[in-house]
């Protein structure tokens, strides 16, 4: 069963650095009605920064290691002496990884 998805990395100042919609190819409308069909999980890590999915399946052990995985990618990104923290990502190496690990684990 294929899920829509919406995955998004927030800095300590609550500014979305990085989004992308994961899942099937069915893109997501978000209105208030449709909401109540999905489900919100949220990480907050000691670096400040939370990572959220948005999500209409309910795979508990998939969303975990999704997000154990996305959290290690990050800190590797972290290490990248050009990538100032807090700024967008806009690395398609970095998405590619994110598109994976979604195919892997939702």
Do not use: W
């Not at 069963?1 to 500014?15: E, G, H, K, Y």
């Amino acid at each position: 069963m294929a899920s829509t998805s919406c995955f998004i990395i927030v800095s300590r100042n609550d500014i979305p650095i990085y989004e992308a919609e994961v899942g099937s190819a069915v893109k997501l409308i978000i209105f208030v009605d449709i909401l109540a069909s999905f489900f919100v999980s949220l990480t907050a890590h000691i670096i400040h920064t939370q990572l959220m999915l948005l999500h209409d399946s309910h795979n508990d052990d998939g969303i975990k290691s999704f997000f154990q995985e996305v959290h290690e990618l990050y800190i590797k990104f972290l290490l990248n002496p050009l990538y100032f923290p807090g700024s967008r990502i806009t690395s398609s190496h970095f998405d590619t990884k994110v598109q994976a690990l979604a195919r892997k684990y939702l």
